[in-house]
């Protein structure tokens, strides 16, 4: 089936736009969760295939076009728990450190951030817990800096 020109462009123009704005969105609610602009770390890295783009643009909309803005039945500040837990027990350090900040931003407080890491401690073991916690501290720090305190 061919594409209609209606005066408004293509079909496929106008799905490339509405893909766009759900990334721009995307974008957006990032900025928002984390308090930085993601742009800096999407660049195309040196030998990065140009499928790569691709790659952060699904992840991207997907975690924060998708998943992040469901909060009719888990919070956003309740969601960030969760992924501090999961990016901790996975022992995936710089998406945790990300994690964190988001976290932090969304109300969450230091003390349950440590309390999370009790909780890890148990179920995953001190070595995983420990080395999230590493991680956790340099937050609690970057923000004391941020804040002049």
Request: aromatic share 6%; charged share 30%; glycine share 10%.
């Amino acid at each position: 089936m061919a594409d209609r020109d209606d005066g408004q462009g293509s079909e496929a123009e106008r799905a490339d736009q509405a893909e766009e704005q759900r990334y721009a969105a995307a974008l957006d609610a990032a900025e928002r969760l984390l308090g930085m602009r993601l742009e800096r770390f999407l660049g195309r890295g040196p030998g990065e295939p140009a499928n790569g783009a691709d790659f952060k643009r699904l992840a991207t909309v997907h975690t924060f076009g998708d998943s992040w803005p469901r909060t009719d039945v888990l919070d956003t500040r309740a969601r960030a728990l969760v992924s501090v837990a999961i990016a901790a027990a996975l022992g995936t350090l710089e998406p945790l450190r990300g994690q964190l900040r988001i976290a932090l931003n969304s109300g969450v407080t230091p003390e349950e951030v440590v309390e999370v890491f009790v909780h890890l401690e148990a179920y995953a073991g001190a070595a995983r817990a420990f080395d999230g916690y590493r991680i956790a501290l340099q937050v609690f720090a970057e923000r004391v800096r941020a804040d002049g305190s």
